[in-house]
């Protein structure tokens, strides 16, 4: 069979993103919604948007800095608030009241602004109770912090020591392992139950760690949770493409200067949100499987999290194209991620 030119799909969503606030959320946000319909808007600002007041207010910024028509008017923010140690069980009634779909978790000191987060979830427990009843989803960074344990296994021993006593003592809780990088978690998510999801990367499904060294020490690839070794990169393909209704596209596009990037202590995430259907087409041809793709990225994420699937359809096309190096965004501006490199798909205007 001849590789197709085009490639029509149901309007995706993403179910991970990092959209900031003020002028970075001005400069970023078009690009999302070029892309997707709706995206799960992480909570991470400085202060943490740990209130359904706060999130509601973000939500109204958001919005503002929408294109005022023509594509990506039309973009829905999903909100999401920040569990900290003391956030009190009446907010998750108030959240679900106001249309908030999950809260998410950040072990403290596990990844960029996340010096609010949790310290031990066991202090959540009567939180947790109230999102189990509410039926509000837990969206989980999912790496243990502890300077014992080396980086690369950070997510593994999540699993074992977080995520599997979680799930046991909310069994009925939803939750999204967020930006899964390990054949661990692959696993671990496929054989949990139904009320157990991932998102995945374009930038894990492509790479493995190799391209954080390649002939120097190149920050745009440095994100967290770290890239991994090719045989964790072979099972998330494996993961994305299988036809499990439990793994979906999450981009995490996360925005950083390029001074804060290009720095002796480098700011972790990758910046994908312009390319990233193009990104995730690639991975998903060189593995074969285009007709997995509309699956993962429009229809999987929606049905777990309970809301309608989009109308309306995107077309990529086979088509060489730049990436450009830089984008506007500050004084020192934005590299996305392969910035200066061909593509081979685009997206239709
Ligand atoms: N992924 C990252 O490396 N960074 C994210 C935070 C996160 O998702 O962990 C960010 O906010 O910059
Ligand atoms: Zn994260
Ligand atoms: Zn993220």
Redesign the pocket.
């Known amino acids: 069979m001849s590789a197709p030119d085009t490639l029509t799909i149901t309007r995706p969503d993403d179910w991970h993103l990092?959209l900031r606030d003020a002028d970075a959320l001005a400069a970023v946000l078009p690009d999302t919604a070029r892309q997707f319909a709706r995206a799960i808007v992480?909570p991470?600002l400085r202060p943490p948007v740990t209130t359904t007041a706060q999130a509601l207010a973000y939500r109204e910024r958001i919005l503002a800095a929408r294109p005022r028509d023509g594509a990506g008017s039309d973009f829905e923010p999903l909100m999401t608030l920040y569990l900290t140690d003391n956030t009190p069980p009446d907010e998750i009634r108030r959240a679900r009241e106001a249309g908030i779909v999950a809260l998410k978790l950040y072990p403290a000191g596990a990844?960029?602004?996340s010096d609010a987060g949790v310290t031990d979830l066991r202090q959540c427990a009567k939180t947790l109770e109230a999102m189990q009843r509410e039926g509000i989803l837990l969206l989980a960074?999912g790496e243990v912090t502890d300077g014992d344990i080396d980086i690369f296994d950070r997510e593994a021993v999540f699993i074992d020591r977080v995520l599997t006593p979680l799930q046991r003592d909310f069994p009925a809780l939803k939750v999204v392992l967020e930006?899964i990088t390990t054949k661990e978690a692959a696993q671990y998510v496929a054989g949990a139950s139904a009320q157990t999801a991932a998102t995945i990367t374009a930038h894990h499904l492509l790479y493995n760690r190799n391209a954080i060294f390649t002939g120097g020490l190149r920050p745009h690839f440095y994100?967290?949770p770290v890239l991994k070794r090719e045989q964790h990169r072979i099972a998330l393909v494996e993961a994305a493409t299988s036809g499990s209704h439990k793994f979906f596209l999450g981009t995490?596009s996360?925005p950083?200067a390029t001074n804060m990037k290009e720095q002796s202590v480098c700011?972790?995430?990758c910046y994908t949100a312009l390319s990233a259907l193009e990104l995730y087409a690639e991975a998903f041809e060189a593995a074969g499987a285009l007709d997995k793709f509309e699956a993962f990225a429009s229809f999987n994420g929606a049905d777990f999290y309970g809301l309608p699937r989009n109308s309306g359809t995107v077309t990529l096309k086979r088509e060489s194209w730049a990436l450009p190096e830089v984008l506007p965004f500050g004084a020192t501006g934005l590299k996305p991620l392969r910035g200066g490199q061909e593509l081979g798909w685009k997206l239709a205007a």
């Open positions: 990092h992480m991470n990844t960029t602004n960074h930006h994100c967290l995490d996360a950083h700011a972790a995430g």
